[in-house]
T-cell receptor, first 113, second 114 residues
């Protein structure tokens, strides 16, 4: 089975830096993804890590440690529009033939001015 | 716009009824995934099809079934509906299946069972 944990809620102010942590336990690991989801909208892809280390993409960075089953998403220079739910997802085997993205419950980030 | 189209956007029905949700993947995408999202459970993986064949199965109830047609669109059928089936149902597509597969989500179908 799979278990993906991330904090339920976080708050931060405009211009600040926030780190959203994710820990996971899976039966097979084939990559870790972060998605952003604004209320009532579809999730959109942010980042992908399959090897240990940091992946940087503009204001967003994502880190992975496979040995620790740990990842974080780092958001810099926060803007009001970054208020959203951030979903950690692991690609894991779900049956003999297939894998799928298994999502955590998400972290709701509120950015205030 | 992700390029994935889901219809209808909203669906209101009664317990015991049957509904069909439709998904058209991005042009060229062979893989279609269905997810259910409720407030307390988050995004739950239901089922995946790849080029017309079932590839992966999650915690999908026996009352639920899906298929992918030759034109690659997919339908999710929900029967004997219960109040607890009320949720946002997302379809996602990708060009292939594999470790670095990035999913593109449709805007979802909000199902309300009364």
């Amino acid at each position: 089975g799979q278990n993906i944990d991330q904090p339920t809620e976080m708050t931060a102010t405009e211009g600040a830096i926030v780190q959203i942590n994710c820990t996971y336990q899976t039966s097979g690991f084939n990559g870790l993804f972060w998605y952003q989801q604004h209320a009532g909208e579809a999730p959109t892809f942010l980042s992908y890590n399959v090897l240990d280390g940091l992946e940087e993409k503009g204001r967003f960075s994502s880190f992975l440690s496979r040995s620790k089953g740990y990842s974080y998403l780092l958001l810099k220079e926060l803007q009001m529009k970054d208020s959203a739910s951030y979903l950690c997802a692991v690609r894991d085997r779900v049956n003999q033939a297939g894998t799928a993205l298994i999502f955590g419950k998400g972290t709701t980030l509120s950015v205030s001015s | 716009d992700s390029g994935v189209t889901q219809t209808p956007k909203h669906l209101i029905t009664a317990t015991g009824q049957r509904v069909t949700l439709r998904c058209s993947p991005r042009s060229g995408d062979l893989s279609v995934y269905w997810y259910q999202q409720s407030l307390d459970q988050g995004l739950q993986f239901l089922i995946q099809y790849y080029n017309g064949e079932e590839r992966a199965k999650g915690n999908i109830l026996e009352r639920f079934s899906a298929q992918q047609f030759p034109d690659l669109h997919s339908e999710l059928n929900l029967s004997s509906l219960e109040l607890g089936d009320s949720a946002l149902y997302f379809c996602a597509s990708s060009i292939r299946t594999g470790s670095n597969e990035k999913l593109f989500f449709g805007s979802g179908t909000q199902l309300s069972v009364l």
